[in-house]
């Protein structure tokens, strides 16, 4: 017997966990018609939490096994990984290639969906995922979890997308169905309040002020760049926004922790 779920909520939720991770979800369960990303859009930190619990959850209780703490981050990222397809990596790669060379916007669209990777992404990649490592490490040598770490990082990168999405246009290289519509101030309300909630219990207040002054400089930064290479932002520009911002928050966060300690 197929059981359909009518619940909006359930529905808009697990539309984003499909979009966002590599979880097998039944789709035929919650509806006929395509996932309305962005109806859904409000809970797109819902999924940063979600893997950020996951990966997280892992690397503890590694390291409550006695796992060096080095080793059980390098894991925690790999479930991470894992889980997301590398989404929001291959984004940060493929911008970091089309916006480093340069040149005519149909030549930057033409890198950036070139399959085969670039100097230029390479770096972006290797560098973006050593500061990922190095934040962990530093973080937990503060006495913060891994899961508490990731869950809010991944959950500032998601945030990120919808704030992104509603200060910049869509490139006219955007495809469709790669990039959600403009939020609606309801759910982009929501989004943040399910954000700063939990970020405001596991985070002190002048670490999340410094790291969401760095998420705006990096959003602001990025979608004028996508402006003028592009005519604005892009799928893969809202991926390399979402790493980044995540990365930025933490290091806000860590900036402050050791200033006062």
Do not use: Q
């Not at 390098?74 to 984004?91: C, Q, W």
């Amino acid at each position: 017997m197929r059981i359909v779920i009518k619940n909006k909520y359930v529905i808009d939720f697990f539309a984003t966990i499909m979009f966002f991770t590599r979880i097998p979800i039944k789709w035929s369960f919650f509806s006929d018609k395509a996932p309305k990303l962005t109806r859904a859009a409000w809970a797109f930190p819902l999924v940063g939490f979600l893997i950020g619990g996951l990966s997280g959850g892992l690397g503890d209780f590694l390291i409550f096994l006695g796992l060096p703490i080095f080793l059980s981050c390098i894991i925690t990222i790999t479930l991470s990984v894992i889980l997301t397809g590398a989404f929001h990596e291959d984004g940060l790669a493929d911008t970091a290639d089309g916006l480093g060379a340069g040149g005519s916007p149909e030549r930057i669209n033409k890198i950036i969906h070139d399959s085969r990777l670039g100097t230029y992404g390479v770096v972006a990649l290797i560098l973006g995922l050593l500061t990922r490592l190095g934040l962990l490490l530093t973080l937990v040598e503060y006495g913060y979890t891994l899961v508490s770490i990731l869950s809010v990082g991944f959950a500032s990168g998601k945030l990120a997308i919808l704030f992104s999405r509603n200060f910049f246009n869509n490139s006219k290289f955007a495809k469709v169905g790669s990039i959600v519509g403009i939020i609606s101030y309801k759910n982009l309300f929501l989004a943040t309040l399910i954000w700063a909630l939990p970020t405001s219990v596991i985070f002190p207040f002048y670490g999340i002020l410094l790291g969401g002054i760095l998420m705006i400089f990096i959003i602001s930064f990025m979608g004028l760049k996508s402006r003028i290479a592009l005519g604005g932002i892009t799928g893969d520009i809202l991926g390399a926004i979402a790493f980044l911002t995540e990365l930025v928050f933490l290091l806000g966060v860590v900036i402050f922790t050791v200033t006062v300690n």
